[in-house]
């Protein structure tokens, strides 16, 4: 069975085809192809929604193209379409829902909406080796997701099965990680820069005692419940750099210190994020932990969290997906997609044949269930 996934939710185009063995229950990634924005709306300093769906609009066909080439076949053998239909930014998309509408009704087969962050969550089942399983991760399964529009607690006892535990009150933790990057003129993205400044500024903090004490408040590390705010947390940052700005540092020192704030901020939110998820994993006691979304890039975290559950439960599974898989791709929602499919029935799997290229709605606001 082929699947064609395609994801243009943000500002990413993607096109991924996936090949499911129903006899080893295995299926593997035959193409993934990713086609990033990150240099025309770094311009502008975050993505702007008209300029992503024009750019998805000229480069929807090629990246369909490329992802069937690339696995070998075309689209009259696939067999299954996926596509995000949310959430996201509408015009975006829509770009992705009207392509998928449409390969859906010329080749009469199914289709499947995918949730965004469903997709985030399946990345973990993909290997880089290509192989994967639905079967890769035991039940109960604790998930952090952590992108630039969502931070969230998802527990699943099992496939498809989504309980929010908790979530960002303000800002998504990706989003800080932009914003404080914005506050310091670091550039777009802000993870990838802030993550890098943040591992350089361990050296001038090993260096130099002056660097040493700067430490930024834990929003909500005490609240009592999973819930999680960042916004508060930027604000000290902003606060602290306008104060050095009003010193006229040397440009090496301003550097440094720019280093080291980064490192602080991000201390916090890993600090914040991994001593969430380890009251839930006392209290919930799932088999798996799962980190994704963009953030899950960061390599720190990725470290962090690991170390704190397993200091805690040493027989719980942390995973999350290669690099690679972080950040928005359809190979992410072509698995996700499998899974839904997977679990219709024939009846069913016939009616979204029927209704979806004509029903589906591209739903920037989409809920998780
Ligand atoms: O999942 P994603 O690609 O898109 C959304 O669904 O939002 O996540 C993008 C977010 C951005 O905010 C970006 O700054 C952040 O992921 N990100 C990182 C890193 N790489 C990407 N944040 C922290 N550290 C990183 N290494
Ligand atoms: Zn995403």
Redesign the pocket.
Same mark, same amino acid.
Not at 147 to 150: D, I, K, L
């Given at each position: 069975m082929l699947i064609l996934a395609l994801e243009t939710s943000?500002d990413e185009t993607s096109a991924a085809v996936l090949e499911f063995q129903p006899i080893s229950d295995k299926f593997q990634l035959l193409s993934n192809v990713v086609s990033s924005q990150v240099k025309i709306h770094s311009a502008w300093g975050g993505v702007v929604p008209n300029l992503a769906a024009r750019e998805h609009l000229k480069n929807i066909l090629p990246i369909i193209e490329k992802s069937t080439e690339e696995a070998k076949t075309n689209l009259e053998k696939i067999d299954l379409f996926c596509i995000t239909q949310g959430p996201g930014l509408i015009p975006a998309l829509l770009i992705g829902t009207n392509a998928a509408k449409t390969l859906s009704y010329y080749y009469q087969k199914p289709l499947l909406g995918i949730h965004?962050i469903e997709g985030?969550i399946y990345a973990n089942f993909l290997k880089n080796n290509k192989n994967g399983s639905l079967n890769r991760h035991a039940f109960p399964i604790l998930n952090l997701v952590v992108?630039?529009?969502?931070t969230q607690l998802i527990l699943m006892k099992n496939h498809l099965d989504y309980q929010i535990i908790g979530q960002t009150q303000d800002d998504a933790a =990706?989003?800080a990680?932009?914003k404080v990057a914005k506050i310091l003129n670091l550039g777009y &993205? @802000? @993870? &990838?820069i802030?993550?890098k400044k943040a591992e350089e500024a361990k050296k001038i903090i090993a260096n130099n005692k002056e660097f040493s004490q700067l430490e930024f408040p834990r929003p909500m590390i005490k609240s009592g419940n999973s819930d999680f705010s960042f916004s508060g947390l930027k604000t000290a940052v902003l606060y602290f750099f306008k104060e050095l700005e009003n010193q006229n540092l040397d440009e090496e020192k301003m550097e440094n210190w720019k280093k080291v704030i980064c490192k602080a901020f991000q201390d916090a939110v890993i600090d914040v994020l991994a001593q969430k998820t380890l009251k839930e994993v006392k209290k919930r006691n799932p088999k798996t932990v799962l980190l994704s =979304? @963009?953030?899950a890039?960061?390599k720190e975290l990725r470290k962090q969290l690991e170390k704190e559950i397993k200091k805690e439960r040493s027989e719980v599974n942390f995973s999350c997906p290669e690099l690679n898989f972080c @950040?928005?791709n359809a190979a992410m929602i072509a698995v996700a997609g499998l899974a839904r499919f997977k679990k219709l029935s024939k009846e069913k799997k016939l009616n979204q044949l029927k209704t979806n290229w004509r029903d589906l709605e591209a739903n920037s606001n989409l809920q998780i269930n």
């Open positions: 943000c965004h985030h992108s630039g529009g969502h =990706g989003e990680f932009d &993205p @802000g @993870g &990838p802030v993550s =979304g @963009g953030v890039a960061n @950040g928005d």
